[in-house]
């Protein structure tokens, strides 16, 4: 029987607010047994790139990161929030370990090609995870946490959807563990009505994906996730829930299937 593994994602609206932050790194140290959290930090990286007098360009919710802007994000992720965040768990007792994809190459990506005549730039497009070298670490007691940031395996640093890298990261995790997988943010869980925080969707399928999508009720940003979500219960991600930041107990918000 495998050993159960609760890889949280946080998002970078709640890394800006401090209650939630600091709600969720309690609960989060509370988590029993084995553990991973992964984080964005888009908005500190937006404000970062205003004060250094970076232009921030996005396409349908997406960042283009030119070589500037690569400075900035890998500066943010990889330093400013990632040892922030490792600080605070080693106060609330967990051995964190601060990590980028590059870092003993867990997370190799390729720079994403053209899109629609779009050129996203040091953007990267992850190619796979080494469960391997994530699981020593697990096994040696060090709770790893990942920043949203890759590498090509030529030298280069890609900016990589924090989504996409817990989904990722999951699904290679299954081979060895029982994995929960926990997206959290800012809202209770997927909502009906995005002007009502109490519209929560209990489970989302396949089938209800696409039904939803194709009347609108899930659009946006909240389509990569569910679509990064619903990866990784294909490849054998035992659990994925949706939820609010301080809600990491799984009793609520959107259980994707």
Known sequence: MKEKL??????????????QLSQLLKDFSAIEGRKVLVHGGG?????????LGIETLMVNGRRITDAS??????????????????????AEGVNALGLTGADADIILSHKRPLKDGVDFGFVGDVDRVSGQ????????????????????????????????????TAKALS?????????????????????????VIPVI??????RYKADGTISG??????ENALAAVDSGVCRVIITLATALDGTQGTVIE
């Open 6 to 19: 609760t890889i949280v994602k946080v998002g970078g609206a709640v890394v800006e607010d401090e209650a």
């Open 69 to 90: 802007m690569l400075e900035v994000v890998t500066m943010v992720y990889g330093g400013l929030v990632n040892k922030n965040l490792v600080a605070r768990l080693q």
């Open 175 to 199: 081979q060895r563990y029982e994995v929960t997988l926990i997206f959290s943010f800012e809202k209770k869980g997927v909502l009906r009505n995005p002007n009502d925080d109490d519209s």
């Open 133 to 168: 070298t994530l699981g020593q670490l697990i096994e040696a007691g060090i709770v790893p946490v990942v920043a949203p940031l890759t590498h090509d395996g030529a030298g280069h640093i890609l900016n990589t959807n924090a989504d996409t890298m817990a989904s990722e």
């Open 43 to 51: 908005r500190k990286a937006t404000k970062m790139a205003e004060r």
């Open 205 to 210: 399928t396949h089938e209800d994906f696409q």
């Open 221 to 226: 940003g909240m389509l990569p996730k569910i």
